[in-house]
């Protein structure tokens, strides 16, 4: 990894998800979605996810990332990537681009709650300890949730995740900056967590998450050896067993 930011150390830290039957349940009951403590989340190692070789083991799927769509049907065009590049002068993570652009990569994840990927109008401006950028590059499909790509000036990236939708241009200028005035944003004060320390973490829980709660639910198979053994976590952590 690059540099550290000091920022990824100071902000609120939590998992939006629903639940993961009988292993982890929601607080209150009749949820959606509940925010976990990112600390009590079972470990992802980075090493072995670069290239997305596991991944490409798994199946295309229906109802995927690659089939997201907004609410009225319509498809988001995730092709302002090029242009948000040239807008920034940071890099962007190779796993991020590659998810992004890749179709077979985006087909093998799916959401339980339909969420799909969308880069939203503009990479939004960020202040305070650390100046940096904001990409939206997901949201599910009541926009309750929104996730992000945060870049540091120092070269560090996290994914953050936020009940705000921000880098969207919309009618109603009381909601959102007109168009062109991108206002930087501070961070450390708004409503956002921590979601994950790199791109490929973030994205490795979500996929294996959505698959755990497919097979909890409404597809009973065998779990293959790393859903048993993020589960296995919580039947240690819960004493279930």
Known sequence: MANTSILRSKLKRGWYFTELPGYRDHPVKFRTYSLFFYETLPPIKQEGLEGYGWLLQDRIKKNSLLEGTYPDGTKPDLSNLIEFEKQIDIPLPASFKTFIT??????????????YLDLGDYVVRTSGIEPGYLIHFMSDSQWILHWYLYLSQSGDHFVLVSEEGYGFYFNDMDVQPEKGKNEPIQLDQKAIWFCAGSFLEFIYRF???????????LEPKPLNDAQRRYLEFYQKENNVS
Do not use: A, K, Q
């Open 207 to 217: 996929w294996l998450e959505n698959e755990l709660w497919y097979r909890l639910t």
């Open 102 to 115: 890749l179709e077979e990569l985006r087909g093998r994840v799916r959401s339980c709650t339909d969420s």
